[in-house]
């Protein structure tokens, strides 16, 4: 079963423009991790947030924690082309170290 | 260093079969873990290995087993296989460094069960 789930399911927009993403959870977390996959590929970890940190850079990636909320997004700023893939959020729970995938955003970036 | 290595990359098979796929995992990592890929499901968890013991299991039913060996590469094994089990089987290998389970990916193994 999912843990998390990212919303949209799909967004589209311009090179140039920015793409926020955004994932909710069901219970109490000790990390949450953005991956990215492009298609028909294995997924490629972006960014990790501990459950005591509330926001986090890497390069054109930010991204935020609210645990009150129990949800996460990520924000990439200038996009461009190459940035379109499917993007998940997952979660790791309670004694449990197994990070859980959402299904994904889909996110198309036009050139 | 290389990363995570799947093989085969395609794979297709008939009712019936089984299916034998492998993954060597980056150097020095010991924790492997299975996924299974559905647009339907999206990605669920099978199982995990580490040290060549099943430490996590996901629900999938017992068609779906695995082995690790002592250099930590990892095999899964899906029997009597199903038109449903055709999926992109993802294997991911871990360092487990302070608590924090980064998955590396391997590219994949495509299964189609016709």
């Known amino acids: 079963s999912q843990q998390g789930e990212e919303d949209p399911q799909a967004l589209s927009i311009q090179e140039g423009e920015n793409a926020t993403m955004n994932c909710s959870y069901k219970t109490s977390i000790n990390n949450l991790q953005w991956y990215r996959q492009n298609s028909g590929r294995g997924l490629v970890h972006l960014i990790l947030?501990?459950?005591?940190?509330r926001e986090k850079h890497s390069g054109r990636l930010r991204v935020t924690l609210d645990t009150s909320k129990k949800s996460s997004s990520l924000l990439i700023t200038a996009s461009r082309a190459a940035d379109t893939a499917s993007y998940f959020c997952?979660?790791?729970?309670?004694?449990?170290?197994?990070?859980?995938f959402g299904r994904g955003t889909s996110l198309i970036v036009h050139p | 260093k290389a990363g995570v290595t799947q093989t085969p990359r395609y794979l297709i098979k008939t009712r019936g079969q089984q299916v034998t796929l492998s993954c060597s995992p980056i150097s020095g990592h010991r924790s492997v873990s299975w996924y299974q890929q559905t647009p339907g499901q999206g990605l669920q968890f099978l199982f995990e290995y580490f040290s060549e013991t099943q430490r996590n299991k996901g629900n999938f039913p017992g068609r779906f087993s695995g082995r690790q060996f002592s250099n930590s590469r990892s095999e899964m094994n899906v029997s009597t296989l199903e038109l449903g089990d055709s999926a992109l089987y993802l294997c991911?290998?871990?360092?487990?460094?302070?608590?924090?389970?980064?998955?590396?990916f391997g590219a994949g193994t495509r299964l189609s069960v016709l």
């Open positions: 947030i501990r459950s005591n940190e």
């Open positions: 991911a290998s871990s360092s487990l460094h302070h608590e924090q389970n980064i998955q590396y």
């Open positions: 997952a979660t790791d729970e309670g004694g449990s170290y197994i990070p859980t």
